[in-house]
Every structure is written in C-alpha cells, then in structure tokens.
Nanobody, 113 residues
Framework: QVQLVESGGGLVQAGGSLRLSCAAS????????MAWYRQPPGKQRELVAR???????NYADSVKGRFAISRDNAKNTVYLQMNSLKPEDTAVYYC???????WGRGTQVTVSS
C-alpha cells in the first residue's frame, strides 16, 4: 500500500523559509519521479517542482531561484526547501508519486505579509 506523508508546513512571515518533507512507503521510491504541487485558496492545483530518479529537476517559473527540490533515496524522502517566501506562496502543498499516480494528503503553508 502506497503512502506519502507530508510534513513541515506552517505559518511563516514573508521572506522566511520552510522545508517540506514527504516520506514515501509501499513503492520503489528510487525509480520514481517525485513532484510537489500546490493548491492556493480558490485556485487549481499547480506543479511547483519535480525531480527524476536521476535527480534532474524542473520548477515552476514562479518559484525558480527560491525553492529547491531534493531527494534522499536511502530515506525514501523528497524535500522542498522554500526560501524568500511570499504571501502568494500560501497554499496546501501536496507530494505526488508520478509512476504510482498517488497523492499525499497535503500540508498547509501560510505566508503572512
């Protein structure tokens, strides 16, 4: 049974940082492309960042230079380091395992101005 458990969300002031974690189980993590999506209030879910099994990364234009996705295959965990946070980054952040088409339950990130 696949499980993705996100953690690390919270309330932070603009300009601050947060690090999200997503712990995976029930799948072969090392060969899976993993992604972070987010859904702002009243808006559609959107891709934030993606990392392949070989460590190749892609980012949404809105977060380039501020966010960094990484993975630790030994810990079956993918991370999202978020710096220079802005109020428009406020959203529920979801972890997604592409090969399994499986979503985590999400973690709330709120950035105050």
């Amino acid at each position: 049974q696949v499980q993705l458990v996100e953690s690390g969300g919270g309330l932070v002031q603009a300009g601050g940082s947060l690090r999200l974690s997503c712990a995976a189980s029930g799948m072969i993590f090392s060969i899976n492309t993993m992604a972070w999506y987010r859904q702002p209030p009243g808006k559609q879910r959107e891709l934030v960042a993606r990392i392949s099994s070989l460590g190749m990364t892609n980012y949404a234009d809105s977060v380039k230079g501020r966010f960094a996705i990484s993975r630790d295959n030994a810990k079956n965990t993918v991370y999202l380091q978020m710096n220079s946070l802005k109020p428009e980054d406020t959203a529920v952040y979801y972890c997604y395992a592409i090969a399994n088409n499986y979503w985590g339950r999400g973690t709330q990130v709120t950035v105050s101005s």
